[in-house]
């Protein structure tokens, strides 16, 4: 891409410096739950919305975990986004992630169902255990998006993992 | 790969050749279940050895998702292989699978559960529509393999459908 830039797109150069200042002065992430919104909308609308069920509190990882929920259309809850997750291998512990946040967060709005929308690695896996630790005894349902075979998939190509745990969350047909 | 044989690979062809005869003289589909096994060995080790749980069936479109499975370690009962899925597209109706096959299975051996192991596409859908509504009133319990995330994957690559579910088919964490 830095080539391209040099060896003579100039267009390319001013769309990229006009979206870098757009971004700069009217975008930012929402103090709530995390998630882009535009500066002068802080908390966002999915936070604020009226269309937004706030017994439902979907923790995900990053702000894009969100615009990928909503395009599924199956949540109308509200979000708050980690920024990362725990991953020792990168130095990264729960400190550096917006647990803190989400623990206010939890006492304050008092949802009843806490989903975590992790990924399914081990970090994703390091994560969602221990935010479900520290919500025991908060009188929050805490749920994790079902693992199992994706749309459009079969058996054959799906890795063992996968398929071991589809097989003990399957359900009735 | 005709190429490759046309223009000079002569121990690949032989090898080939090989292989061949092999999987002619040697292997057949199992008579019960419908997946690869020796000439000798009909019914197959998975459907006769004292291992395998007869009170769980899983029901599958080819011979080849029965490896798959296998390699999980995630499922120890007897296998249904369809040799297909409904497919009206295709012209492939029910008639075209093992689907009478199965209900005799199921009236003889009579497990608990049927398992459908089957594609998460619109045949795999029709399919396990079309054999759940068979088994009604059969006094079997029949599920269907889990639909969600599959490992080592993330939520925001995850495509629209599949989140739906996964977040349908959420589970306590």
Redesign the interface.
Known sequence: MAMKLVRGDKQLAGDLIRALEHVRSNLRCCSLCGSVTSVDEDPCRLCTGPGRDASQLCV???P??V???E?????HGRYHALMGRVSPMKGEGPGELRIQALMDRVKKERPTEV???????VE?DST??YI?ELLKGQGV?????????????????????????????????
Chains 1, 2 share one sequence.
Not at 71 to 75: D, I, K, M, T
């Open positions: 995900v990882e990053e894009t975990d615009a990928s929920i395009r599924s259309g199956g949540f989903i975590l929308a992790l990924s399914t690695t994703g969602a255990s479900a349902k805490v749920t994790r998006l079902a693992f199992g075979l994706p749309a459009d998939s079969g058996v054959t190509y799906s890795d063992p993992v996968t398929l071991e745990k589809a097989l003990k969350g399957r359900q009735e047909a």
